[in-house]
């Protein structure tokens, strides 16, 4: 029997670009963190491999503000956050309230319902975050035993308030999840004074390292609910207490649960280390200059933000109107052949309405504000002719 031939493709030699990726993420890696990944690959119980993943987890107890010993990662992306914590914490039948500011509650709803949860929302309007009084009365009205909100929904680029959020699911009996994915280290996160009970973000947005590998952590409100279900978690791999033991959260015996990528694992650690050399506080303080830079020259562009409400602008993640006249891909066609400059479009609900800039990691300074507004304008301006920018501005 004849072998078919190798693919001619794979004998060309791998060339990858260099460019900037100012959308939602994942976004530019530090070198050294691209350095870092360079490393020769380790065993996945060899105990450097077991020692890094406990550097891991005391970095992301700092970022995520907690003492959770349930703080870990799975390998995958962002996603396996949201299927993590809501395949743990769901049963059949159970009530999940989801609190919808974007593309991304839409999603948790979409999981919830194949984990057999009776889901209901609590919409908020377009741009806007969600007041507390309408949560509480959906907690009133639906009394979930969870509810899931996303702090920072990068497709409408809605910033939602949760300090108290915590106690008042509390109040009702539910548990909160929150997803962080595009805001943890850009804006305010107190896991355990907040009274969050499980949580998770991306390795590939504020961070810094490449996507792949997703931190989430679980209090031990969450734990008690695992730990009292009625059946088993459905998915062997999103299971919190085999996955805990594999990182050593609670005291017993480390166990074989996946292979995990001892290369991922070195780029975070060393994100981790930069994210801690600078201080939270200072890099949430650089995120928010550099959003409030760029809305500046944004107005002086005439160009609209998309959510209204300062207030509800999230800084990682800045999504503007696509004025008339202009179409937004051509602009983000032509930003990325004479700039290697992404600029992204819409998600989900605005899909074809935004252009949507990030500023993560190494991406939110001075200087990646100027040039992403000059490659933005001229863009603009090279793709629809017909568009005023002074007329705008009226």
């Known amino acids: 029997m004849e072998y078919s031939a190798p693919p001619n493709v794979l004998m ?4 990858v670009p260099d460019k900037i990726l100012m959308g939602p993420g994942p976004s530019n890696c530090p070198k050294r963190v691209l ?4 490393n020769p690959v380790l065993g996945h119980l060899h105990p450097e491999c077991l020692k890094i993943m406990d550097d891991i987890k005391v970095g992301m107890q700092y970022i995520f503000q907690t003492k959770n010993p349930a703080t870990l990662c799975v390998s995958a992306s962002g996603h396996a956050g949201m299927e993590a914590t809501l395949c ?8 999940l309230l989801v609190g919808v500011t974007g593309h991304w509650g839409n999603r948790a709803a979409d999981m919830g319902r194949r984990y057999g949860a009776d889901v209901r929302v609590v919409e908020a309007k377009l741009g806007e975050s969600l007041s507390f009084e309408r949560i509480e009365e959906a907690l009133v009205v639906h009394k979930p035993s ?3 909100i996303t702090q920072g929904d990068s497709s409408t680029g809605v910033w939602q308030p949760l300090e108290g959020l915590g106690q008042l699911c509390h109040k009702y009996n539910c548990l909160l999840v929150v997803d962080t994915v595009a805001s ?4 305010p996160v107190f896991m355990d004074k907040w009274e969050i009970d499980a949580i998770y973000t991306g390795s590939q947005k504020v961070l810094g390292a490449p996507p792949g590998i997703t931190p989430m952590s679980f209090s031990q409100r969450a734990l008690d609910r695992v730990n009292n279900r009625n059946s088993k978690v459905k998915v062997y791999y999103w299971d919190i207490n085999l996955l805990g033991d594999y990182w050593g959260c609670f005291g017993r015996p480390r166990i074989y649960h996946h292979t995990i990528s001892s290369t991922l694992l070195y780029g975070l650690r060393e994100a981790l280390a930069m994210v801690c050399e600078e201080g939270i506080p200072v890099t949430i303080q650089r995120h928010m200059d550099a959003s409030y830079r760029l809305q500046e020259g944004l107005k002086k562009m005439g160009l609209k933000m998309f959510a209204e409400r300062p207030q509800d602008r999230l800084p990682c993640v800045n999504t503007i109107h696509v004025p008339e006249g202009v179409d937004w891909l051509k602009v983000a066609q032509h930003a990325m052949k004479h700039f290697k400059v992404e600029i992204s479009g819409g998600l989900g609900p605005t899909a074809g309405k935004v252009f949507r800039i990030g500023l993560m990691g190494e991406n939110a300074t001075t200087e990646r504000v100027d040039m992403v507004l000059y490659v933005l304008k001229e863009s603009i301006q090279s793709t629809s002719p017909n568009f005023s920018f002074e007329k705008s501005k009226m």
């Open 35 to 38: 350095e870092a990944l360079k």
């Open 184 to 187: 943890l280290g850009g804006v």
């Open 146 to 148: 969870v509810f899931f």
């Open 88 to 95: 743990n914490l769901l049963e059949d039948g159970d009530i």
């Open 12 to 15: 060309e030699l791998l060339i």
